[in-house]
């Protein structure tokens, strides 16, 4: 048995790393769901990949900072699938790294509109449709770096997903009345385009490794792994 069958979920950041494995699992696990980001490419590859494998998948390429994409995210659920069971609010970015003195107002903006902003639009649109639904599960990908370790350069990034963090509890007090539950994963560095991005040097990736129990990156299919139990437990 299939532990989403019949569940329809969107996710965002799905044109690689976390978001793309956690798109295929939901979806080998039964669920129906709406992918995007910027690069149609990437998504398209991914939307053949989870059909090939027996399951259903749209794809939307967009910017996670436009009101229109995620109003649209939540319509081709409803439309295509016939309603929004879970939303997975993934899509993020570091920004460029730089001491807190060198951050420009508009690259600071431009992290917390990635990142925060995108993350409550997201909520305004696919919380009603759970309403609607009769339940549902939200969960949004934080991060260690903010909550657990201060990460030199990261002050945009920290501040935005320790935000998104607020954001979850305050959902999850709000909505647990329509059955919808409201979590937040904060994984450690994994081994994705981003997370090698900022493990970029030898000393870089031994100082994120070094954080970890089993001394090493997290793979993007791990942390899809964790996703899961946030959206399996929910009763509807
Ligand atoms: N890797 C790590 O070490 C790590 C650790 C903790 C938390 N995280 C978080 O995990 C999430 C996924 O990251 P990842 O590690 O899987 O990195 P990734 O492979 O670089 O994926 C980032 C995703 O976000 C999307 N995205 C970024 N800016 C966007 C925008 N303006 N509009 C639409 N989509 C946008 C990208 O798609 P396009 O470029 O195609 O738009 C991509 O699909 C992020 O929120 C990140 O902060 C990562």
């Known amino acids: 048995m299939h532990q989403l069958s019949g569940k329809v979920a969107i996710v965002t950041g799905a044109s690689s790393g976390i978001g793309y494995e956690t798109a295929k699992l939901f979806a080998r696990q039964g669920a129906k769901v709406v992918v995007t980001a910027r690069r149609a490419a990437e998504l398209n590859t991914l ?5 090939r494998h027996g399951g ?6 967009g910017d996670i900072r436009d009101e229109h994409l995620a ?4 319509e081709a659920a409803v439309d295509h699938f016939g309603g929004l069971d879970i939303a997975f609010n993934n899509a993020g970015t570091t920004g460029d790294a730089a001491p807190v003195a060198d951050i420009s107002a508009d690259a600071w903006q431009s992290v917390l509109d990635t990142n925060l902003t995108s993350a409550f639009l997201g909520a305004k649109y696919q919380l009603p449709a759970m309403v609607a639904r009769g339940g549902g599960s939200i969960i949004f990908t934080s991060t260690f770096v903010g909550s657990t370790v201060g990460f030199p350069g990261m002050g945009a990034y920290a501040a935005s997903k320790a935000g998104m963090i607020g954001l979850m509890q305050v959902i999850a007090v709000e909505y647990a009345r329509h059955g919808i539950r409201a979590n937040a994963l904060l994984p450690g560095g994994t081994d994705t385009p981003m997370g090698r991005g900022t493990a970029n040097t030898p000393e870089a990736r031994a100082f994120v490794e ?8 997290a793979q993007p ?5 964790s996703a899961l139990p946030g959206v399996r437990c929910f009763k509807l």
Do not use: D, F
Not at 47 to 51: F, G, L, P, Q, S
Not at 71 to 74: D, E, Q, W
Not at 210 to 215: E, R
């Open 47 to 51: 939307v053949a990949e989870i059909k």
């Open 56 to 61: 259903e998948a749209i794809a939307i390429a």
């Open 71 to 74: 109003r649209a995210l939540v």
């Open 210 to 217: 070094g954080l970890y129990a089993l001394k090493r990156l």
């Open 221 to 225: 299919e791990e942390i899809a792994q």
